[in-house]
Nanobody
Framework: VQLQASGGGLVQAGGSLSLSCAAS????????MGWFRQRPGKEREFVAA????????NYADSVKGRFTISRDNAKNTVYLQMNSLRTEDTAVYYC?????????????????WGQGTQVTVSS
C-alpha cells in the first residue's frame, strides 16, 4: 500500500490547514489510520488516529480541540483538519495505516507510512 499525503503549506499562526492522505488501494483487512509529525530536531510523535469504522478517534493532548481527524473509506482517504495553528505545530506530517482496525497512539502500531508533507506555521 502506498500513501500520498497532501495539503501542507505555509500558514500564519491562528490559521487553518487541511491535510489529506490517499491510499493506493484498500488493505486486505479493515485498518485504522493515523497522523504523526516530526518537528525540527525532535522525534516523530503521534498526532491523531481513527478507527476503521470512524467511530473511535484518538488525539495527542497537544492538538485536542484544534485538530480533527476523519476518513472516507470509499476513497481510501484520511483527513486532518487543523485549526488554530501554532508555531509549534510546524513539522513534517506523516500518515500511516495501522496494524489493526483500531487507532493506536504509538508508531509501532502502524505498518505503512506515507512520505510526509511539510506544514509551516509562521508567527
Amino acid at each position: 500500500v502506498q500513501l500520498q499525503a497532501s495539503g501542507g503549506g505555509l500558514v500564519q499562526a491562528g490559521g487553518s490547514l487541511s491535510l489529506s492522505c490517499a491510499a493506493s488501494r484498500r488493505t486486505s483487512s479493515n485498518n485504522g489510520m493515523g497522523w504523526f509529525r516530526q518537528r525540527p530536531g525532535k522525534e516523530r510523535e503521534f498526532v491523531a488516529a481513527i478507527s476503521w469504522s470512524g467511530g473511535f478517534t484518538n488525539y495527542a493532548d497537544s492538538v485536542k480541540g484544534r485538530f480533527t481527524i476523519s476518513r472516507d473509506n470509499a476513497k481510501n482517504t484520511v483527513y486532518l483538519q487543523m485549526n488554530s495553528l501554532r508555531t509549534e505545530d510546524t513539522a513534517v506530517y506523516y500518515c500511516a495505516v495501522a496494524l489493526g482496525s483500531m487507532a493506536p497512539g504509538v508508531s509501532s502500531g502502524y505498518r505503512y507510512w506515507g512520505q510526509g508533507t511539510q506544514v509551516t506555521v509562521s508567527s
